[in-house]
């Protein structure tokens, strides 16, 4: 017998969990996923940037501020993944979507590391 749809597809702890939402859903969640990686990607090449780019920086705070934006650059994608899966989870089950802090950390965090860029420039 072959498998169905549910069976195959991995991670298998989100997808064994109630029935298949309407396609539209599903799409429009993973086309979130993607903007988040998008967003991801954009953080970790600013952060090469900062750090190969001579922007009259010392060394520390250049190091830091490039650290800082990768850092946060992985975790946006780490984050994005986890709020992909929840999410998912919360449609097949018909339950409210959850909430992420995804999005706080990343609009707390980028104006703590815009203002360290512009104090280090100084």
């Known amino acids: 017998m072959a498998p169905t749809p549910s069976d195959a597809r991995r991670p298998r702890w989100v997808y064994a969990e109630g029935t298949e939402p309407d396609p539209r859903f ?11 990686i998008r967003t991801s990607l954009a953080l970790v090449a600013a952060g090469v940037a900062v750090d190969v780019v001579d922007l009259g920086i010392t060394g520390g705070s250049r190091r830091a501020l490039a650290a800082g934006l990768v850092a946060l650059g992985v975790v946006c994608a780490l984050g ?25 950390l990343v609009a707390v965090a980028l104006p703590v590391l815009a203002v360290l860029l512009l104090v280090a420039l100084r």
């Open 26 to 36: 599903t799409l429009a969640n993973e086309r979130t996923f993607l903007a988040w």
């Open 80 to 104: 994005a993944w986890v709020r992909w899966a929840r999410v998912e989870r919360a449609l097949r089950s018909s339950r409210p979507l959850p909430s992420s802090p995804l999005s706080v």
